[in-house]
């Protein structure tokens, strides 16, 4: 335990080269796609779209969200904390082990990280297909453009994407998801507005 307490100290202060997943994806298919970008460089697009698809409370929970979890399928992890937890230190272990470290785990990074430090990681370490991670090399990989230069309605197509499946073409997208990029937009106003992105916007 007085490991885990002095990793997760650690890494509130720095970034390590790789998460679990990484290492798991690196052994089983010989290289990753993975580009590490700061917080402060993330578009707010982008941090504001992964909040309406990913967890609208995330600035209001200590790291879990029993209705989400009720609501949702519960073999998988309803907040962007349990996601990071599971990608940094977790990734694919047995899902009733998962289960019991998950929400521990994810108290103390809500702990020891702020919340910010919270996204950077699950925006940096997520996994997109096999072998690419983090919304930095995504941005190259579907949109070809640098993750810096994104519009708001870039960084909602981008996240829309990221749910999509691998054979979808972002400049030809099927009604359903033009509607959902259009629908995402207009949830950040909405977010915004409840107050919901608060915790994020001091230091």
Known sequence: PLILVFM????????????????????SHGNI?????????LP??????????????????????????????????TTLTQKAVQSLFLGSTDHNLRRILETPLSLL???FWSKKRILEFHLNYLRIG???FGVAAASQTILDKNIESLTPEESALLTVMLEAPNDV???DLPPELKLR??????????????G??????GN
């Open 181 to 194: 990029v259009e629908w995402v937009v207009e949830k950040i106003d909405e977010l915004n507005a409840e």
């Open 44 to 77: 707010d697009g982008l941090v504001q779209s992964h909040l309406v698809t990913e967890d609208k409370f995330f600035c209001m929970h200590w790291g879990f969200d029993l209705k989400s979890s009720r609501d949702r399928d519960r073999k998988k992890p």
């Open 8 to 27: 997760l100290f650690s890494f509130s202060l720095i970034n390590p080269p790789f998460s679990f997943q990484m290492a798991k994806s690196f052994i």
């Open 196 to 201: 919901l992105t608060d915790c994020l916007t």
């Open 33 to 41: 796609n993975h580009e590490w970008i700061d917080y402060e460089e």
């Open 130 to 132: 096999t072998s690419i």
């Open 169 to 171: 073409d972002p400049f």
């Open 109 to 111: 990074v809500e702990i």
